[in-house]
């Protein structure tokens, strides 16, 4: 599965359905904000039992955007504030927003509790989505 902006909801919709017949596990890595841009395709995979697993990084913010406006070292940095990059209100519930469009879903907070859904998802053959938690940080260390 290619990384970035390829493993999109759509893109491992694609990809899993492209590869169906080979019987080999999808998984999809998608940050939080870009998941918005394509969450519809979780109806799709509903809708076909597409046995794909989606797995939201969720910062509950566009953290790339931050981090590159961080380091114009610009008014952003001064007042610490980041407009329009937060995701958080509301918070967005993938969790219900995915069993709302057909797909069952998760939250994970640890490593653990992530591969143990990945892996029971990976099991069946209808769509899952896993909300994991991530830490919010975004400036260097
Ligand atoms: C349709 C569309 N709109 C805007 C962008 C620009 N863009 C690229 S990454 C990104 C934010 C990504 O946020 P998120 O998916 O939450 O990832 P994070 O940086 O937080 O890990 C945006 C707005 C894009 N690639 N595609
Ligand atoms: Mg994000």
């Given at each position: 599965m290619p990384s970035g902006t390829s493993s999109s909801p759509p893109e491992t919709r694609k990809w899993s359905q492209s590869i169906h017949a080979l019987d080999r596990p999808v998984v999809g890595l998608i940050g939080d904000g870009s998941a918005m841009y394509t969450c519809q395709t979780l109806w799709t995979a509903a809708h076909y039992r597409i046995g794909a697993v989606f797995v939201i990084l969720n910062n509950k913010s566009y953290r790339i955007l931050k981090q590159r406006l961080h380091a114009m070292r610009g008014h952003a940095e001064q007042a610490d504030t980041y407009v329009?990059?937060?995701?958080?209100?509301?918070?967005?519930?993938f969790v219900s927003l995915s069993r709302s469009l057909g797909v069952a879903a998760e939250r994970a907070k640890t490593l653990h509790e992530t591969t143990d859904l990945i892996a029971q998802g990976l099991k069946g053959n209808s769509p899952m989505l896993i909300d994991v938690e991530l830490d919010r940080a975004f400036k260097p260390m």
């Open positions: 329009g990059m937060e995701l958080l209100d509301p918070p967005i519930d």
